[in-house]
């Protein structure tokens, strides 16, 4: 099995819930923050599961595995 090619990343706009985009520029800061954080803890996992002879294409399956199994505290919550 081969690898998948590598895109860039680029940071979205983030949106609230109803589709509307963020406006709060701290909160749009923070969240930029978080995710580059993320990605470079991840970027570090992968290079490290490499360099040990790990398979590519399965670390990259098990870091999708990992965020699709964030669960949502505040799924109940009401706006």
Known sequence: MSAPVAKKF???VWLQPDG????CRE????LNENLEEI??????????GIL??????????V???LVRSLENPY?????
């Open 10 to 12: 680029e940071i979205p």
């Open 75 to 79: 799924r109940d919550r009401k706006p």
């Open 39 to 48: 990605r470079e803890m991840a970027q570090d996992a992968l290079e490290d």
């Open 52 to 61: 040990m002879g790990g398979d590519e294409a399965q670390l990259r399956d």
């Open 20 to 23: 509307a985009p963020l406006s």
């Open 63 to 65: 870091l999708m595995d």
């Open 27 to 30: 909160k749009i800061k923070v």
